[in-house]
């Protein structure tokens, strides 16, 4: 399950909020080296940290974050538009208005990695994203992604498109991207991940009191969408869609992949 914060709950979310903004300075200002970013010893945060903002996080067993995500109505700014409308190719969809989201400021944690757990909780994150978009109706999601991370945000289950060229930026080389968030494409990124209903959920007060705790509230709603039977078949459409993404998450790069973080860590 992933948590949807909003304006409305986030009383509920003190602490994890607090570890947010202090886990987004260390990704982003300390380990990407974005030094023009606002931080200082209570995190990171910038001007779209508002009442609009929804923040979407994946918590452990013990309610620590595993990975993080913003997401905001366009009409209220946009980063994409209003920073970089370079990056957006003429004849490419509005990426600003009433039918766009964006997303931004995506994150997994030092513990997450360690894990080596795979895509699959930035999956459901990414998922949550489109649910939240399409219940306040949008028809996409917008953002931008380093080109480094572009092929891992491809290999999900989802029509990730360019709204245009890469271009540099003082940290690497970034392009604007956009996926819709319709009802078909969220079914389908349900499916891959064999999920029978939706990833993100906004606990409410009354569920605490009702569940007791973060986890309970997740039993609950694991209990509410479990997978239908007929995902569980070999031959499904959802068994060949997991097992496609599967491979995503651990084709021939993966080697790679650990050798470059076992480096990382060994330097850290």
């Given at each position: ?26 990704h ?37 974050i ?20 370079h ?9 600003k ?45 917008v ?68 569940c ?57």
């Amino acid at each position: 399950m992933i948590h949807v914060i909003t304006a409305q709950n986030r009383h509920l979310y003190a602490e994890q909020l607090a570890d947010m903004f202090q886990f987004r300075r260390v990704h982003f200002v300390e380990e990407n080296g974005w030094a023009d970013l606002q931080s200082d010893e209570t995190g990171e945060r910038d001007a779209f940290d508002d009442e609009h903002a929804v923040y979407l996080l994946g918590l452990d067993p013990q309610d620590r974050i595993e990975v993080g995500l913003r997401v905001r109505p366009t009409t209220e700014g946009c980063i994409l538009a209003d920073a970089y409308p370079h990056m957006v190719a003429p004849g490419a969809p509005a990426v600003k208005g009433p039918d766009a989201w964006e997303m931004s400021r995506i994150f997994s944690t030092h513990a997450y990695r360690r894990a080596r757990r795979g895509g699959r909780r930035v999956a459901e994150t990414f998922l949550a994203a489109m649910e939240t978009a399409h219940a306040a109706g949008a028809a996409r999601l917008v953002g931008m992604v380093d080109m480094k991370l572009y092929p891992l945000a491809s290999n999900i289950a989802w029509d990730l498109r360019l709204t245009g060229l890469p271009a540099p930026y003082p940290y690497g080389v970034m392009v604007g991207v956009y996926a819709s968030a319709g009802a078909e494409e969220i079914a389908h990124l349900r499916e891959s991940l064999g999920l029978a209903g939706p990833a993100g959920y906004e606990v409410e007060a009354q569920d605490l009191a009702a569940c007791g705790s973060f986890q309970g509230v997740e039993a609950m709603f694991g209990r509410a969408v479990r997978p239908r039977p007929a995902e569980l078949e070999p031959e499904s459409p959802a068994a060949i869609a997991a097992a496609v993404a599967t491979y995503a998450y651990h084709d021939g790069r993966r080697p790679e992949r650990e050798r470059a973080e076992d480096v990382r860590w060994a330097a850290e």
